[in-house]
């Protein structure tokens, strides 16, 4: 079946450093791709999406890009601030359904 | 606020009690989805309704028992949990066969 595979966390960085956080899937079809961001207290929202190959997903200063050949969507941000301080989730939705699926989800901790 | 209304937002209950979680949404979504999210686990989905009807239940034991009386609401029902029920649990909502989910804020259920 269809799954997800994020980078574990934590990941400790300080302010104004580079983020990556690593996210690979597997599925039989064409999925779509998303991030979605918990911050503390709450529940999930969704960061950004890519629906097709070769797509960039883009917000608040994150992007991700939708790498068939390598089956990947990593998301990157080239200067975290610590309100950036959340747990972050990859998921991916069957098209014919729209039913997501998560992944693990990586806390990222940016100190000042 | 998201467009998703999860209440309440906290409840501590007994292994005897019975209590509810109620979910609302009013973004004309017609599908509903019920998650369990426990410390350091992946996000488990529960239950999934479309047009009000159950599709998927994940082997969720049968002290949760879901209803979705129309399109807009989504209710969990509670009985003899057990300590290892608590955690905070997530409804959302989708337009099915679009892309991503509205989460709710959760409500983090503690079972003494």
């Known amino acids: 079946g269809d799954s997800v595979t994020q980078m574990e966390g934590p990941v400790t960085l300080s302010e104004e450093a580079f983020l990556t956080i690593n996210c690979t899937y597997t599925a039989t079809g064409y999925p779509s791709l998303f991030w979605y961001v918990q911050y503390p207290g709450e529940g999930l929202q969704l960061l950004l999406k890519a629906t097709k190959a070769d797509d960039k997903g883009s917000n608040k200063g994150f992007e991700a890009t939708y790498r068939k050949e390598t089956t990947s969507f990593h998301l990157e941000k080239g200067s975290v601030q610590v309100s950036d301080s959340a747990v972050y989730f990859c998921?991916?939705?069957?098209?014919?359904?729209?039913?997501?699926?998560f992944g693990a989800g990586t806390q990222v901790v940016v100190t000042p | 606020e998201t467009g998703v209304t999860q209440t309440p937002r906290h409840l501590v209950m007994g292994m005897t009690n019975k209590k509810s979680l109620k979910c609302e949404q009013h973004?004309?979504?017609?599908?509903m989805y019920w998650y369990k999210q426990s410390a350091k686990k992946p996000l488990e989905l529960m239950f999934v309704?479309?047009?009000?009807?159950?599709?998927e239940n994940n082997s969720v034991p049968s002290r949760f028992s879901p209803e979705c009386p129309n399109s807009s609401h989504l209710f969990l029902h509670l009985h003899t949990l057990q300590p290892e029920d608590s955690a905070l649990y997530l409804c959302?909502?989708?337009?099915?066969?679009?892309?991503?989910?509205?989460f709710g804020s959760g409500t983090r259920l503690t079972v003494v």
């Open positions: 998921a991916l939705s069957d098209r014919s359904w729209g039913k997501l699926q």
């Open positions: 959302a909502s989708s337009e099915q066969g679009s892309y991503g989910y509205t």
């Open positions: 973004l004309g979504h017609n599908a």
């Open positions: 309704y479309s047009l009000e009807e159950r599709v």
